[in-house]
């Protein structure tokens, strides 16, 4: 089969030839439909803390069908998308209790499909995945918004976090699709006024499609201000969506006496924040790690149900061969929202 390989810093994917994947005991191996390229997989490839090593195939936001099952229930025929835990199931002999809590994402043994080269992810023909990480497609959502499921499920999970309720006025730093899907679900948990910071103009005119009530340009003048005129108000809620240093020290500084501020955007460096302030005005500061399998539970029911439709995040689609390339470009700033690879040739069905 095809698969992006990753081959060290500096060096674009590589386009190779790898054997097919084997089901096993609980395993499924899925024809990738579509994966998503996520900034995770760019921080991957970047040199620090969360390089990944050499010969990894990456992807973890990809649907597929079933060509393979090694799984009681499971068809092969059926169209899935997992998510890309591979946690353990005996934290607790270890003295954890992540796994059994629910809480795979941050299970100590986890190694996420896409980040190691002995879990090859979506940017493939195909990959493996347990079976109790995969969940079936509903009949009403096409392949491409299967390959979403993942981005929405942590803007789900961010927002549930935060807590977002009725009447909230809420700030989403970043109008990346995280962002987007942060905005959109603060709408739906009642919030009334949902604003997005973000620089590239078509990402600030997509936010409006996703629940943004306003936008700011954050060249063009003072974030705080802006957010003020918009709402008459500071946030109650502030999402940092981006994941760049500084951030967290300006969301401290825009939001209200006992706001709360999420940290959403994984920051790939060390980051400095001055306590004091942050304590000054009694500010909560929650970070949030992925999702859990509910979350994704709970985007497949909304999808089914139209109450969000994620198809226009997608800002271009592209086969393997011409993923090096896309992939390099995203590297630097860009009005790209999501990039999509179609590892295959074989036509796909989309949902109506």
């Excluded at 899925?30 to 803390?49: E, N, Q, Y």
């Excluded at 954890?96 to 002995?118: K, Q, V, W, Y």
């Excluded at 995945?129 to 009949?139: E, F, H, Y």
Aim: glycine fraction near 12%.
């Amino acid at each position: 089969m095809k698969a992006a390989v990753f081959r060290g810093v500096d060096r674009p994917l590589s386009i190779e030839d790898l054997p097919l994947p084997q089901a096993g005991p609980g395993e499924l191996v899925l024809r990738v439909f579509h994966c998503g390229v996520c900034g995770s997989d760019l921080h991957a490839t970047h040199p620090g803390l969360f390089t990944v090593r050499s010969g990894t195939v990456l992807g973890h936001e990809f649907a597929g069908e079933i060509v393979e099952s090694g799984a009681p229930g499971w068809k092969p025929g059926e169209r899935v998308t997992a998510l890309p835990n591979n946690a353990c199931s005996s934290c607790v002999a270890d003295g954890h209790r992540e796994c059994r809590d629910g809480l795979g994402m941050i299970c100590p043994h986890n190694r996420l499909t896409g980040f190691s080269p002995a879990r090859p992810g979506g940017l493939a023909e195909y990959v493996k995945v347990p079976m109790g990480q995969a969940l079936r497609l509903p009949d009403a959502v096409g392949e491409r918004e299967g390959a979403l499921i993942e981005p929405l499920a942590v803007g789900l999970h961010a927002v549930q976090a935060g807590r977002v309720g009725l009447a909230d006025r809420v700030l989403v730093i970043g109008g990346g699709p995280i962002g987007l899907a942060v905005s959109a679900f603060s709408r739906q948990a009642g919030a009334t006024h949902v604003v997005v910071s973000e620089f590239a103009p078509g990402r600030r005119e997509m936010a409006a499609r996703f629940g943004a009530t306003a936008t700011i340009d954050p060249a063009a003048g003072e974030v705080g201000e802006a957010f003020g005129r918009a709402t008459g108000g500071a946030p109650d809620i502030i999402f940092e969506c981006v994941g760049a240093t500084g951030l967290i020290q300006q969301c401290v500084d825009l939001s209200k006496p006992r706001g709360r501020v999420v940290v959403v955007g994984v920051c790939p460096t060390e980051d400095r924040v001055l306590p004091q302030r942050a304590m000054a005005k009694e500010i909560s500061l929650q970070f949030v790690m992925g999702y859990g399998k509910p979350d994704w539970r709970r985007v497949l029911e909304l999808l089914d149900a139209g109450s969000v439709d994620p198809k226009a995040m997608v800002t271009n689609t592209v086969s393997l061969s011409e993923l090096p390339a896309a992939f390099e470009a995203l590297r630097r700033p860009t009005t790209q929202i999501k990039l999509l690879v179609q590892p295959g040739s074989i036509p796909i069905r989309s949902a109506s």
